[in-house]
């Protein structure tokens, strides 16, 4: 009995637990940069719900990886599709993010919130799988669009404060 229970805990992903602490943190991080931009902007969906949407992303990203590690032990009658777990993260920040955006006295809100939701999601994704360049950049490139283009839509006086 307890030697079942120490295999049960100490069965591995196929990844060194460094490299899921690792992927995990930064996630958290880079997630929580979009995030900030967010709760700085006073929006619905801030620092927590952007660090969290990115962390579920990131993890069901280690379980695929986890899941394709061990395909063998599934025999030849269990088909995999990695494809789908990312299909379904997609799917599950779109209708979290959907129920941010409202028409309200003629005019949309949400629509910023709700893609950086989604594009939290990639990022975690990516950090799962590893990515670093693609996560890293996406970051990167997702606080200059929020933050950078709204500057220049205000200069521009075509900001609406919809985002």
């Not at 494809?83 to 941010?100: C, N, Q």
Request: glycine fraction near 12%.
């Amino acid at each position: 009995m307890w030697t079942d229970l120490i295999n049960e805990f100490s069965a591995g992903s196929g990844l060194p637990v460094t490299v899921v602490v690792t992927r995990t943190l930064a996630t958290v991080v880079f997630c929580g940069l979009i995030g900030l931009e967010r709760e700085r902007s006073r929006r619905p969906a801030g620092l927590r719900t952007h660090m969290l949407i990115g962390l579920a992303a990131c993890i069901y990203s280690l379980l695929t990886l986890a899941l394709l590690s061990r395909a063998s032990d599934f025999g030849d009658t269990v088909r995999m599709d990695p494809l789908r777990i990312i299909e379904a993260v997609t799917s599950g920040v779109a209708f979290l993010a959907a129920g941010l955006i409202v028409f309200s006295q003629g005019k949309v809100r949400g629509l910023t919130t709700g893609a950086s939701m989604w594009v939290a999601a990639a990022v975690g994704v990516a950090s799962g799988l590893g990515e670093w360049v693609i996560a890293g950049m996406t970051t990167v490139l997702t606080l200059i669009i929020i933050a950078l283009v709204r500057k220049l839509e205000k200069s521009a006086g075509t900001y609406h404060g919809n985002g």
